[in-house]
């Protein structure tokens, strides 16, 4: 069984200040894990993954990962937040011996303040 | 250019009728996932196919159907069964087996019933 947690349903931040979007993750086998952006009535976009190699994984609009396998946390950070990154946000996790379904968190609604 | 294509974008549904929501990718992926995202719920997977003519259930596949009869085409029926089907409906893609990296996901089918 393969199962995510966002703790966070709403996180708040001041513009220009930094930001982190929790998540933490429960799999059998080693995981496979991915961070996703929803825009209002849109599809999910593909921000980064985990797959092995660097515990600290860059993606898109200068986002970041931390994989931490102690912990089961795949932290989403950013060094300093715009306004326009204001969406939902999605981890998700598989198992690497898993070849279909990823399993999807429930979302945090990331609100970035001028 | 690539990608998923969703139809309808906004849908409305009678009491008692059956309606087919289109997905169309031109990725040349093997796999191919139906969601359900409700409010607050996050993504739940409704069906999933990771091969031409053959399907599985996912976690909430009552009151639906799908067909796999073409790579590029994954069409979701929601019939009369289902009981609450308004909600916004994602279609997903990606590479088959072990080289599921990460999905790529349409715009989205909004279906209202009235």
């Known amino acids: 069984a393969q199962s995510v947690a966002q703790p966070e349903d709403q996180v708040n931040v001041a513009e220009g200040n930094p930001l982190t979007v929790k998540c933490t993750y429960s799999v059998s086998g080693n995981p496979y894990l991915f961070w996703y952006v929803q825009y209002p009535n849109r599809g999910l976009q593909f921000l980064l993954k985990?797959?092995?190699?660097?515990?600290l994984v860059k993606g898109s609009y200068g986002f970041e990962a931390e994989f931490n396998k102690s912990q089961t946390s795949f932290h989403l950070k950013k060094p300093s937040a715009l306004v326009s990154d204001s969406a939902l946000y999605f981890c998700a996790v598989r198992s690497n011996t898993n070849a279909g379904k990823s399993t999807f968190g429930d979302g945090t609604t990331l609100t970035v303040k001028p | 250019d690539g990608g998923i294509t969703q139809s309808p974008k906004y849908l409305f549904r009678k009491e008692g009728q059956n309606v087919t929501l289109s997905c169309e990718q031109n990725l040349n992926h093997d796999a191919m996932y139906w969601y359900r995202q409700d409010p607050g719920q996050g993504l739940r997977l409704i069906y999933y196919?990771?091969?031409?003519?053959?399907?599985q259930k996912g976690d909430i596949a009552e009151g639906y159907s799908v067909s796999r009869e073409k790579k590029e085409s994954f069409p979701l029926t929601v019939t009369s069964a289902q009981k609450n089907p308004t909600a916004f409906y994602l279609c997903a893609s990606t590479q088959g087996g072990v080289n599921n990296y990460g999905y790529t996901f349409g715009s989205g089918t909004r279906l209202t019933v009235v």
């Open positions: 985990y797959i092995t190699g660097d515990n």
């Open positions: 196919s990771q091969i031409v003519n053959d399907f």
